[in-house]
């Protein structure tokens, strides 16, 4: 026995020698690291082997697990924290904002480059970056300082811009290859060219999910989101699955789908893989306060919960809070008691009283602080009455509602007084990762958990909203991958 137990011994250290021995597959080193992890809450390093955080610590501890293949990432002393989790976002709409562009205030080929290429850093090769309404000045600029424009600043997508008078357009030389008209460079075109570039522009635009989901995700990277929970209701997991596939998808979604379609089809939830980059389990609902959709809300929050899925209720103020939050207590009553996770997306304006009995129920506030100026509608430190009441607190943007960036998020905490810059970057990752049942893989910066990471540029401090400062995000990881700058 006793020499078994060291043989035992010999194996376990053995191992962990060998574990040590590996060389990470990336590092992240000066760094301001806030891991929301509170059993090490500060750090100054990260490794990562695959897409699993393999050793947080400090920049000596890490530098040790460096080797000649590890991509090493300076943080610069910039913050490095766990990526975003927006958890109320609509997607596939994100997506479609790029789908067309408003060039009325466009009056120079200057700031007709700058448009363009703006779109151009989204959207994928070859999609059509369409428009209208550019101004007199812009149609009378130079012709080839117009067609360098058109030109230089979306070589690989074809650009279709009417005038405000729709008899011309600007289009650029992709534009005209694809209509088969023959000319080398872009330019105002009219009568016969204009109609063979329109004809060329698919006609399902607005719903090449692909194509959609891919400007989305890579719109996400840039502002450091990771995560989405995407509350379209409009079951595209398919489409994002088919991006991973691809190998285009640099964001974790969490697709809901329809409430009351779910309970008419008799869905069931999937088994999902916690780890993987697309999950689905929760249905979505809405209660806008008329009497005669509660006893349908009711019925429908019953039956998808029996079935095991995650119900979401969308809801604002006091009275519709109250009334789907008696539909949650009537449904646990109905059902008994299980780890459900009732969200109540936007959590507006509910009563103190009410906050107390959501707490017990442990559901979760899907708040939107920047959609909903910091909670000033319904009294300071709104939010932190939630939050002391037992809520459990999911940060989001409502984009495209609003802006998807949460740094505007993190600027809104001068305004909400009560939240602090601790308490929004703790809603935004830990937070949302426990309103989609994922609080095991990731959320914060810890060993094994999922690489999901962004450094900033500037040290954030918790305690003080100096996120105005000019913080930008500087790398975005997902999955272990470096998906944005660097
Ligand atoms: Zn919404």
Redo the contacts with the bound molecule.
């Keep these: 026995m006793r020499f078994f137990a060291s043989f035992l011994f010999v194996l376990i250290v053995g191992c962990s020698v060998f574990s040590q021995d590996r060389t990470a597959d990336l590092v992240i080193l000066n760094g301001n690291v806030l891991t929301m992890d509170e059993k090490r809450p500060r750090a100054e390093a990260i490794a990562v082997t695959g897409n699993i955080i393999s050793a947080v610590g400090t920049n000596a501890e890490i530098r040790a697990v460096v080797g000649e293949t590890t991509k090493v990432i300076d943080a610069k002393g910039g913050t490095v924290m766990p990526g975003f989790n927006d958890a109320?976002v609509?997607f596939m709409a994100i997506g479609n904002t790029f789908s067309s562009m408003d060039i009325k205030d466009v009056d120079t080929p200057e700031k007709l480059v700058e448009r363009i290429k703006y779109y151009v850093r989204f959207l994928p090769k070859g999609r059509w970056i369409l428009g209208s309404g550019g101004s007199e000045a812009l149609w009378k600029a130079d012709a080839a300082v117009l067609a360098k424009a058109l030109d230089e600043s979306a070589p690989d997508n074809p650009v279709f811009l009417y005038n405000t008078d729709p008899a011309s357009a600007l289009a650029n030389a992709v534009a005209m290859k694809k209509g088969g008209v023959k000319r080398a460079e872009g330019g105002i075109v009219g009568d016969g060219a204009l109609e063979r570039v329109r004809f060329a522009v698919p006609r399902d635009h607005t719903s090449r999910w692909a194509e959609i989901a891919e400007t989305a995700t890579n719109y996400a990277a840039s502002f450091g989101i990771t995560s989405v929970q995407d509350?379209h209701s409009d079951d595209m997991a398919e489409a994002y699955r088919e991006l991973e596939r691809a190998g285009k998808l640099k964001t974790r979604v969490y697709d809901c789908i329809s409430l009351s379609d779910a309970v008419a089809k008799k869905l069931s939830p999937p088994k999902n893989d916690p780890a993987s980059m697309v999950r689905t389990g929760c249905v979505k609902g809405t209660h806008e306060g008329d009497d005669e959709s509660t006893p349908k809300l009711l019925a429908d929050v019953i039956a998808a919960d029996k079935a095991g899925w995650q119900v979401a209720v969308h809801a604002i103020g006091t009275r519709t809070s109250y009334e789907v939050l008696d539909v949650f207590e009537a449904t646990i009553r109905e059902n008994g008691p299980r780890d459900r996770r009732f969200k109540l997306?936007h959590a507006e304006g509910i009563s103190a009283n009410d906050q107390k009995r959501a707490g017990k129920m442990n559901i979760i506030a899907s708040i939107q602080p920047y959609l909903f100026g910091g909670g000033a509608g319904f009294g300071s430190g709104y939010y932190l009455g939630l939050q002391n009441a037992g809520m459990k607190l999911a940060y989001g943007s409502?984009a495209p509602?609003t802006a998807f960036d949460p740094m505007l998020t993190m600027q809104a905490a001068d305004q909400t007084s009560g939240i602090s810059v601790y308490d929004i970057i703790r809603g935004y990752t830990v937070g949302s990762a426990y309103a989609e049942f994922a609080e095991k893989n990731k959320g914060t910066i810890s060993s094994g958990k999922l690489a999901d990471i962004v450094i900033l540029s500037e040290k954030v401090s918790e305690e003080k909203a100096n996120v105005g400062n000019g913080a930008k995000v500087i790398v975005t990881i997902v999955n272990g991958k470096i998906v944005y700058g660097y």
Excluded: A, N, S, T
Aim: aromatic share 0%; charged share 35%; proline share 0%.
């Design positions: 109320h609509h509350v997306e409502d509602m």
